[in-house]
C-alpha cells in the first residue's frame, strides 16, 4: 500500500487527451461492466426467470428479474420470426430478430402486452417512465444455427467457429436516459450503485448474453430430445455483439465533466499504482499471468480493417517486448517497480502498447483501485452555470493555458473546417457532413470546440481586461457555450479532447473507441472510420455461476491455458 502522505503524479491532459491515445484505449478493472458485475457478486444479487414463452421458431417472450439489495429490475425479451432479407446491423433498420426493454419492477401480463406493442417498434414506440432501457438485436447469421444444429445433434459447436465470430446476437442499439419517453436518468441514480455510469445499460446487455444462450439451448432441444447444452467453459466464451457508428460519437464532447470523471479515475488509478515502492510475490505471478493470456487473446483477435490489424501486430510485438522487460532479473523488485515499467514502456512502446500497459498495471492492483469504479459519475448540471462575473483577461488567461492546442490552429485552412456534425433527419443520429461537397453546414451543432474557443479568444483580446464575462456575453451571445466550455474545463482538467473534431484528418472511430473500452469492450472490429463492431462479456460468468467464479478473474479467463511469461 502506499503511504497516505504521498503525492500521486498524474499524467497531465495534454498528453492524455490526444485521439490517437484515446483511440488507444483498451478496458480496464475500472470499465463498467466489470464494475457491474463486480457489485452484483458483492451485494448478492438474485436472478429468475419468471417467464419463458419461446416456440420453435424463437418467436415470443422471457422475463429475467434481478433482485438487488434495494430493488427488482426485469429484462423483458421478445423474439421475432425476422427473414433474413430484412437483417441488417444498420440504424434505419425496422426490424429485429430480438427486442428488449429492462423494467423498473417486474411486470404484470399487461405490462408485458404494452411492451410488446411498443418495443418491436423501437424508437418508434411509445414509453413510460418503467421503462429504462430499450435495445434490439440481431441473430449472427454464420454462427446462430449452426450452434443450434450442433446442439440438436448431441454434440458441442465447432470451437474455432465460436473464436471466429465470438457472440450469437449482436445489438445494434442500448437506449436510455430519457430518450422515447423512457425514464430520465434521475429516476434510478441514486439507487442501488446505479449512480455509476450506465449501470443499467450493462445489466441490460449482460442479460440479453443470458436470453441469446437460453435461446439457443431451448431450440435445439425443441429440435431434437437428443440435444444437449453448451459445455459451460465453452459457453462462457460467447459475447454480445454490438454495431456502433457516429451516434456514439459526440457522447464525449457533450458531457465534458462526465468524462473527466471516467478519465481522471483512470489516470488516478495509474498513478496509485505507479506509487507504490514495492511489489509482492503475488503481484508478481498476477502481472505474467495476466500479460500471457493478454498475449494470447490479442493472437486470437480478428478483423478486417487494415489498420486496426497493423495496430494489432504492433501490439503483439510490444508485449512480447513488455513480457521480455518483465523477466529481466530484478525488474520487479526494484524500487517504485511499477512506475520504473510504465516508463519504461513510454519509452519503447507504441500508443496503444502504452495504454495496454496501463490496463496490465492495474490488473493485479484491484484492492487499491477498484474503489474509484464508484467515482466515475458526475454532477453535470452543478457544472452547467456560467459565473458572468469573471474578468474577461482572467477567461484569456485561462484559454491560453487550457487551450494553446486551438489558438494555434489556422482555421482559414479549409483542411481545417472540413467536416460538420449534424443531426440527420432521417433517425435523429448524429453525422459527419464534409463542408465542402455536401449540403447542410447552416445545421452544423455546436461540436467543433477548437474552431469555437479560438474565435472567442479572439474577441476576448478585443475586450477591456476589466469587462466582466456577464457583460462581454451581452455584447456576443454567440460565445455563450464556448464560455461555459472554458470555465468546465478550468475545473476538469481531462474534460477536454484537445484535437480539432471537424479537421479532414479526424478519425472518428478513436472517439468511440474511447468510450466503448470504459464500456470494457473487447474485440474492437472496425468496418470503416465511422464504425465498428465489438464484443461485450465474452468470459463473463452467468447469472447462476456469479457467487461460484472468482472475482472479476473471467475477463482472462477464456484463455488460461497459455503458458506462463
Keep these: 500500500m502506499i503511504d497516505a502522505g504521498t503525492r500521486l503524479t498524474l499524467r497531465p491532459p495534454e498528453q492524455v487527451m490526444r485521439l490517437a491515445r484515446l483511440g488507444a484505449f483498451h478496458q480496464t478493472r475500472l470499465s463498467f461492466l ?5 457489485a452484483a457478486r458483492r451485494e448478492g444479487w438474485r436472478f429468475a426467470r419468471p417467464v419463458w414463452r419461446i416456440d420453435a421458431r424463437g418467436v415470443g417472450v422471457a422475463v429475467y428479474a434481478v433482485e438487488t439489495p434495494e430493488h427488482t429490475y426485469s429484462l423483458v425479451c421478445f423474439g421475432h420470426d425476422l427473414p433474413d ?5 444498420r440504424v434505419i433498420a425496422e426490424a429485429w430478430d430480438a427486442t428488449f426493454v429492462l423494467y423498473d419492477g417486474v411486470p404484470g401480463e399487461a405490462e408485458i402486452a404494452r411492451l410488446l406493442a411498443n418495443a418491436p417498434k423501437q424508437e418508434a414506440g411509445r414509453y413510460q417512465p418503467t421503462d429504462l432501457v430499450l435495445s434490439r438485436a440481431n441473430r449472427s447469421v454464420r454462427l446462430f444455427e449452426h450452434v443450434v444444429a450442433a446442439l440438436a445433434a448431441g454434440r458441442q459447436p465447432d470451437r474455432r467457429k465460436v473464436e471466429e465470430v465470438g457472440y450469437l446476437m449482436r445489438t445494434t442499439a442500448v437506449y436510455g436516459n430519457g430518450k422515447f419517453g423512457m425514464a430520465d436518468r434521475d429516476r434510478i ?24 444462450l437460453d435461446l439457443v439451448e431451448h431450440l435445439a432441444r425443441l429440435r431434437s430430445p437428443g440435444a444437449v447444452a453448451i459445455e459451460p467453459k465453452l459457453r462462457r466464451r460467447f459475447g454480445v455483439g454490438n454495431s456502433t457508428g457516429l451516434g456514439m460519437a459526440p457522447f464525449l464532447v457533450r458531457h465534458p465533466a462526465l468524462l473527466d470523471r471516467w478519465i481522471a479515475a483512470r489516470e488516478e488509478a495509474l498513478a496509485i499504482v505507479r506509487a507504490l515502492p514495492a511489489s509482492t510475490p503475488e503481484t508478481h505471478r498476477r502481472f ?14 480478428r478483423t478486417v480493417d487494415a489498420i486496426q490489424n497493423a495496430h494489432i501486430a504492433e501490439l503483439l510485438a510490444d508485449l512480447g517486448r513488455l513480457a521480455a522487460e518483465a523477466a529481466q532479473p530484478g525488474a520487479l523488485e526494484r524500487p517504485l ?3 520504473a515499467l510504465m516508463r519504461w514502456g513510454e519509452a519503447h512502446l507504441t500508443l496503444e502498447g502504452q495504454e495496454y500497459l496501463v490496463t496490465l498495471l492495474l490488473e493485479p492492483h484491484g484492492a487499491e483501485v477498484d474503489f474509484l469504479a464508484d467515482r466515475m459519475w458526475a454532477d453535470e448540471a452543478g457544472s452547467f452555470r456560467i459565473d458572468g462575473s469573471m474578468r474577461c483577461d482572467a477567461l484569456a488567461a485561462e484559454i491560453a493555458r487550457d487551450y494553446r492546442w486551438a489558438i494555434d490552429l489556422d482555421f482559414a485552412d479549409a483542411r481545417a473546417q472540413a467536416r460538420f456534425w449534424y443531426v440527420s433527419e432521417e433517425k435523429l443520429e448524429p453525422r459527419l457532413g464534409e463542408r465542402a461537397s455536401e449540403p447542410g453546414g447552416e445545421l452544423e451543432h455546436p461540436l467543433a470546440i477548437g474552431r469555437d474557443v479560438a474565435a472567442l479568444y479572439r474577441d476576448l483580446k478585443e475586450a477591456a481586461p ?15 457555450h464556448a464560455v461555459r466550455r472554458v470555465q468546465v474545463v478550468a ?8 484535437d480539432n473534431l471537424i479537421d479532414a484528418a479526424l478519425r472518428p472511430i478513436d472517439l468511440l473507441r474511447c468510450k466503448l473500452a470504459f464500456f470494457g469492450a473487447t474485440r474492437f472490429d472496425p ?7 465489438i464484443s461485450l462479456f465474452p468470459g463473463a460468468p452467468f447469472p447462476e455461476e456469479l457467487a461460484g467464479q472468482p472475482e472479476d478473474d473471467w475477463i482472462y479467463a477464456a484463455f488460461a491455458e497459455a503458458a506462463p511469461c
Design 34 to 38: 466489470r464494475a457491474m458485475l463486480r
Design 85 to 89: 432479407a430484412l437483417r441488417s446491423d
Design 189 to 212: 441514480a441514486g439507487r442501488d450503485g446505479f449512480v455509476n455510469s450506465f449501470r443499467a445499460e450493462m445489466l441490460t446487455v449482460w442479460l440479453i448474453r443470458t436470453f441469446t
Design 288 to 301: 505474467k499471468d495476466v500479460l500471457a493470456r493478454a498475449r494470447l487473446s490479442l493472437g486470437e483477435w
Design 337 to 339: 517497480p511499477w512506475d
Design 466 to 480: 476589466e469587462t466582466t464575462v456577464a457583460a462581454f456575453l451581452l455584447a456576443h451571445p454567440e460565445h455563450r
Design 491 to 498: 475545473r476538469h482538467p481531462y474534460a477536454e479532447i484537445r
Design 527 to 533: 468496418r470503416s472510420d465511422r464504425w465498428l463492431r
